[in-house]
């Protein structure tokens, strides 16, 4: 990691910040795949596994826990099925983490340089919300294209890449790759403000522990990770929900996934469906995977950015 626990803002120039941002975010999209997958398919369940009545008539597959739903994919589908939708995701996953961190990056050198005394804390908050805001809004398309992917069973809604593009331009038209945009960017505002002022608070003491093998970074963003992702989690549920309506809804593997319209209604008709705990449905999974996949994105990316900023082969500083 970056010596005495610089922080972010302070490492590296601007295009150094983007290709190690973008090979953190390739790294560890690849690294945590099955588990995304995973809590996919247990997100968009609707049915309740403890009440026989409300999946009597399913004839899919009934997940239930991480180590189980892993094994009925590898079981039906093999092991493909654990990577499902991993090239719009990877795309998303680059072009995310460049994004972000050169935003992040950019807006903390904003609000350093106003004449008002804004608190560290503060100034991470704001620069990862906006930068979360802006990433998410660029690369929602790919988002839903992951979701829609890692939806699908063994029967195909979309043959390949190319015709999931033509086949939502058609019918569902422009708007139809940013369904449910509204809970993704409610969502990740405060995760990543969230996330980003825990990681800059955890970050330098860390930095004095001598963790083996630079994990200090890991172990900061693990836990930063984990206490945003648990805020903000019913958001990333409707989000998920909100990602399969249209012409296609009833084509995933969950062929009884309800008609939902906009991210209030949705979450009261879950609440008032499944109760609270239904809000959390998937949450489990959910941090095995972002602990690890902050652990590995910050872990990468100090290192990248170590190695960039060491031996000068980023392109001219900006």
């Known amino acids: 990691m970056s010596s005495g626990g610089e922080h972010l803002k302070d490492e590296g120039t601007r295009k150094q910040v983007v290709l190690a941002g973008g090979i953190a975010g390739l790294f560890s999209r690849f690294c945590i795949a099955p588990l995304d997958v995973v809590k996919i398919r247990l997100q ?130 422009p708007q139809g790759f940013f369904q449910g945009l509204g809970a993704g960017v409610i969502q990740i505002v405060p995760y990543m403000g969230l996330f980003f002022a825990t990681y800059e608070t955890l970050k330098p003491p860390f930095s004095t522990l001598n963790l083996p093998f630079g994990s200090s970074d890991a172990t900061a963003g693990i836990m930063a990770s984990v206490l945003a992702k648990t805020g903000v989690f019913p958001l990333d549920l409707v989000r998920k929900r909100l990602q399969v309506q249209g012409p296609t809804r009833d084509k995933y593997v969950h062929q009884n996934i309800p008609v939902y319209k906009g991210v209030y209604k949705t979450l009261k008709v879950i609440s008032r469906t499944d109760g609270v705990k239904g809000l959390y449905r998937g949450l489990t999974v959910s941090l095995f995977k972002a602990a690890p996949a902050s652990a590995i994105t910050m872990w990468t990316y100090e290192g990248v950015l170590r190695i960039l900023r060491d031996t000068d082969l980023s392109p001219e500083n900006s």
């Open 44 to 173: 968009l369940q609707v049915h309740s596994l403890r009440d026989p009545t409300s999946h009597r008539l399913i004839v899919r597959p009934l997940y239930k826990g991480t180590l189980r739903t892993l094994k009925t994919i590898l079981r039906e589908e093999g092991i493909p099925g654990l990577w499902k939708g991993n090239i719009p995701a990877e795309l998303l996953y680059v072009l995310y983490g460049g994004i972000q961190f050169s935003v992040y990056r950019s807006t903390s050198a904003v609000l350093q340089s106003t004449p008002y005394d804004i608190p560290d804390v503060a100034q991470s908050f704001i620069s990862g919300a906006f930068a979360g805001g802006v990433a998410t809004t660029t690369t929602y398309p790919l988002d839903l294209l992951r979701t829609r992917f890692a939806a699908q069973g063994t029967k195909k809604v979309y043959a390949s890449l190319l015709s999931s593009l033509r086949d939502i331009a058609r019918h569902e038209g």
